[in-house]
């Protein structure tokens, strides 16, 4: 699915009002801008509020992200060797519902129909057999893309299980790190600079 001007125009809206809202309005100011964000919404379908909805989301996760490392970065002579081990993992905020769905999907073994938003190929309609779930992550055979692939669940639009049963492969997670490893190989070799 492309990105509409109506979408763009809601998801500006909502990051305004999630990323300034968090400072003192004019009380003026905030309902004029819920009434602009309440007609950009209106004027979207469901499938495109909840793209931006998602996008929002993640990029609010993006800001308190880089927020946090700014912090790191400017104040790392505070924190005490000991404390201080190179990374801070931010938090990633993503629909439990999703995630729950996922999670029964694995147990019971059956696929899921999900909408994904990809980092790289945009948004695109998947059927996936999950096999593993770790949080934010999870993981499983891309019938689109004819692998095992990691999802994050902050992407996924929307999902429900199809009713179809898998048998997962006994060594599906072996062959999978080696394709991992492969890829990252591969990367590697093509971004040296001779």
């Known amino acids: 699915m492309k990105w509409t001007n109506d979408m763009y125009q809601c998801l500006a809206l909502m990051m305004l009002t999630e990323v300034y809202g968090r400072t003192e309005w004019v009380k003026g100011e905030n309902d004029k801008i819920d009434l602009l964000l309440k007609a950009a919404k209106s004027r979207l379908s469901k499938d495109e509020l909840l793209i931006a909805e998602n996008r929002a989301s993640r990029m609010n996760d993006d800001y308190e992200n880089d927020l946090l490392m700014g912090l790191r970065d400017?104040?790392?002579?505070?924190?005490?060797?000991?404390?201080?081990?190179?990374?801070?993992?931010p938090t990633v905020n993503y629909n439990h519902e999703h995630y729950n769905i996922w999670s029964q999907a694995v147990r019971r073994k059956q696929s899921v129909r999900m909408k994904y938003d990809s980092s790289s190929s945009g948004v695109s309609e998947r059927v996936v057999n999950p096999y593993k779930t770790h949080s934010p992550y999870g993981e499983g055979y891309c019938h689109k893309r004819k692998e095992v692939r990691q999802f994050r669940f902050d992407r996924i639009i929307d999902i429900e299980m199809t009713g179809k049963k898998f048998e997962k492969p006994k060594n599906w997670e072996n062959e999978w790190r080696e394709s991992q490893m492969e890829r990252v190989r591969k990367e590697m070799d093509y971004d040296i600079d001779w």
Request: aromatic fraction near 32%; charge should be negative; charged fraction near 55%.
């Open 74 to 89: 400017r104040y790392w002579r505070e924190f005490d060797d000991d404390y201080d081990d190179g990374y801070i993992r």
